[in-house]
């Protein structure tokens, strides 16, 4: 990808994989303003949504119902964004976009998890592109309750 999506602050990848489906990954994103924070990409190559095919639709389907059962589980948010931007790739001439959804947990209240304390301070608005990167023990201690929560 030659122009980094400033929602998912990737630099050749969208982050840690979590699972994958026949025609999605789901992975925990790099930044976590938004405790939870994931990316669910298509492994095929399509320009627009309205190109997916049945099948890859029905996935998503399963996905959107596990990941929200899981982050219900896991962190209880107060409810959950998706997006899906593709802009950052448009900004060249000859654009390659990677349809993805950004799957962002919102919270009306602070939230301890593993004694550090996660705020949403946009919550009510849309989510702001800041990057929030943490410490490597604590993506590792969320990526294992998002698995046992699965
Ligand atoms: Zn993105």
């Excluded at 627009?48 to 596990?66: A, C, G, T």
Aim: aromatic fraction near 14%.
């Amino acid at each position: 990808m030659a122009t980094k999506c400033e929602y998912c602050q990737m630099e050749g990848g969208y982050g840690d994989l979590i699972f994958e489906t026949d025609h999605w990954m789901v992975f925990l994103a790099p930044s976590q303003r938004y405790l939870g924070t994931c990316v669910v990409a298509l492994k095929s190559q399509r320009k627009n949504l309205s190109e997916l095919e049945d099948s890859e639709w029905m996935d998503f389907v399963e996905i959107v119902r596990k990941l929200e059962l899981t982050m219900d589980r896991s962190f209880k948010p107060t409810l959950y964004n998706w997006s899906c931007f593709k802009n950052a790739t448009f900004r060249n001439q000859k654009p390659n976009p990677e349809i993805h959804w950004h799957f962002i947990p919102r919270y009306r209240n602070k939230i301890k998890f593993r004694g550090t304390l996660f705020e949403d301070p946009d919550f009510g608005y849309i989510p702001q592109p800041v990057e929030k990167r943490l410490p490597k023990n604590l993506m590792k201690s969320i990526m294992t309750v998002i698995k046992q929560n699965l």
